[in-house]
């Protein structure tokens, strides 16, 4: 299966792991590559530069296939180390990154000088209009789908794919929503050049997370998702749970006037009792609406083997048929 995007990373089938926290580690980044897609290392689940270099050299020895780093660029009072993060990427041989939140304008000069091709993640046409125009290679439109932050539009892909395809001259993937061969299929046919999957993969053996976290994805239907933090516009989609509920109440009793502070204890430093721990009721956790068509924890191999496989049936026969 050939694409722009095939062709632009170097990979065997159009299926990009996206960069999640705490799940996007060596393993399931070499997982995914080695099974024809692009596997994606998190840069910020790793607490400095140098645990992101030595993240990528384990990812190195379980892969000889390309893979990228997620590198998202967040406003903070204490700013992550970026130039350090970016020297590890670049001598460590990635040639993929992945960039996410704020612009990444002033990086792009010394990624790309270093043979390093970047998509970043959009959640609007007009996003991803100016990331072309800064010269990214590519873009992932991000719909309002998606597990994480689907920005504030709330468009969906079945609106947001068509009218990127309009706009846009660099090819872009889908994602939002992506979990089988029918995303694919419907992705490609409405513009898209790939998917971004993350949700899926969270729900796979060689993902780096506790297995409740895997079963509570599976035992998910496509209702069993929220949307928390709009009063303070940072939007984010998780799985529902006893955390997110409390926080719910929070926002509906104190309405505009609520601050970041008021639901700290169910949002700040929850991820790595809820991934590693697997304690899915400790605060909030990202997850998309795709959790309502993940009915099983296959392999990576079987998951994408599967994907391309039925994606072929689809176009060949039951589409052929019409």
């Known amino acids: 299966m050939r694409t722009h995007i095939t062709e632009l990373f170097s ?35 790793q607490k400095t530069p140098e645990m992101l270099a030595e993240e990528i050299a384990r990812c190195h020895e379980l892969t000889d296939k390309p893979f990228g780093v997620n590198l998202t660029f967040l406003p903070a009072v204490t ?27 002033k990086w792009l000069p010394q990624l790309q000088n270093n043979g390093i091709k970047v998509i970043h993640k959009c959640t609007s046409v007009r996003h991803a209009r100016k990331a072309e125009r800064i010269g990214c290679d590519a873009v992932s439109v991000d719909g309002f789908e998606c597990a994480g932050h689907p920005g504030e539009d709330d468009v969906p892909n079945f609106i947001l794919l068509p009218r990127a395809a309009e706009e846009l001259s660099i ?25 971004n999957m993350g949700t899926r993969f969270v729900a796979t053996k060689e993902a780096p997370v506790h297995e409740n976290v895997k079963q509570a994805i599976v035992d998910a239907s496509e209702l069993d998702t929220r949307l928390i933090m709009r009063p303070l516009h940072n939007s984010e989609r998780v799985l529902i749970n006893s955390a997110v509920a409390r926080l719910i109440e929070k926002e509906e009793a104190l309405g505009d006037d609520i601050k970041f502070d008021d639901i700290r204890e169910e949002v700040a430093g929850v991820y790595s009792r809820v991934m590693q ?33 039925e994606a072929g049936e689809l176009v060949t026969q039951r589409l052929a048929r019409l």
């Open 277 to 309: 721990e697997g304690d899915v009721e400790a605060g909030v956790w990202s997850c998309g609406m795709a959790a309502g068509l993940i009915n099983d924890i296959p392999t990576v191999h079987q998951l994408i083997d599967d994907i391309i496989r």
């Open 11 to 45: 990979i065997r089938y159009p299926i990009i792991q996206g960069g999640m926290h705490h799940v996007g580690l060596a393993d399931l980044a070499a997982a995914v590559s080695n099974a024809g897609g692009l596997g994606i290392i998190t840069a910020l689940t």
């Open 79 to 105: 700013e992550p180390d970026y130039p350090g993060y970016i020297d590890a990427i670049i001598e460590g041989g990635v040639k993929i990154v992945e960039t996410a939140g704020n612009n990444p304008q």
């Open 171 to 195: 090819p872009f993937v889908a994602s939002g929503g992506m979990a089988d061969a029918r995303s694919l299929v419907a992705a490609l046919a409405l513009g898209a050049e790939g998917i």
